[in-house]
């Protein structure tokens, strides 16, 4: 499994933005006051890219932005030396806000919704990756869906790419894992609760997690990487 061209690619269909808000004795329903705020862009493929810069493959980021908030995404790919082949949409990428109170140790989270994505943002999706994996071997599709992208996304971009050659790493939940693990792709990587809820069964141990792995791998995945959270 080892990609015959340098370059990496990270797909993300639904970034975000990352507010982190800091409240000492944060109460719902009162008047509070925020003493220190962070942004940071974010969404898994966008922090593996980040992740990944510097290294001695070069990276390429691409999904879809929000035209209305693109600037945080922007100065992180420059920062970094990312190559941005994102497609940007009309109107703002979701925001997910922390309220952080370091006095209770308590932390509120407040998920704005993102972009729609249109069926022609997809086409368009595709017709960038094709054009990638002229220089690219192995690309990267991780995160949660938008409103407006079908469960079966990660399944169709999988076949789509091992068409052309490439190796497909997803990392991603619920049903869009689902279909995925269909496709085959080279490397899966969910945590031991987002398996265990694909095969319809608990996970408790450690030798159940690495037996259910396995079932998977003797599926046809590549390789499987499990996290197990905290522990």
């Known amino acids: 499994m080892k990609p015959t061209k ?4 990270t797909v993300t269909l639904n970034a975000a933005i990352d507010q982190t808000l ?3 004795g944060f109460s719902a329903g009162a008047v509070n006051r ?16 980040a992740f990944l810069a510097g290294g001695s493959r070069p990276v390429t980021a691409t999904g879809f932005l929000g035209a209305d908030n693109v600037s945080l995404f922007e100065a992180l790919f420059h920062e970094r030396d ?17 309220v952080v109170d370091r006095t209770s140790g308590a932390v509120t989270d407040l998920n704005l919704p993102g972009i729609r994505v249109p069926e022609e943002a997809l086409d368009a999706l595709g017709a960038t990756l094709d054009a990638l994996t002229l220089d690219h071997g192995c690309f990267v599709l991780s995160g949660s869906v ?10 169709t971009l999988t076949k789509r790419l091992h068409a052309k050659g490439a190796l497909v790493v997803v990392d991603t939940s619920g049903e869009a894992l689902r279909h995925a693990v269909a496709a085959r792709p080279d490397f899966l990587k969910p945590n031991a ?17 690495a037996r259910a792995a396995r079932e998977l791998h003797a599926g046809g995945v590549g390789l ?7 522990e």
Request: positive net charge; contains cysteine.
């Open 6 to 9: 340098p370059g990496v690619v």
């Open 22 to 24: 800091e409240c000492p």
């Open 34 to 49: 925020v003493v220190a705020e962070t942004r940071t862009p974010g969404g898994k493929g966008i922090n593996v890219a």
């Open 82 to 98: 990312i190559q941005d082949r994102c497609l940007r949409l009309p109107g703002s990428s979701r925001v997910n806000i922390k």
């Open 146 to 155: 938008p409103a407006g992208v079908p469960a079966t996304v990660y399944a």
């Open 193 to 209: 609760h987002e398996l265990g809820e694909l095969l319809d069964r608990p996970l408790r141990t450690p030798g159940e997690v």
């Open 224 to 230: 499987v990487v499990v996290s197990l959270g905290a």
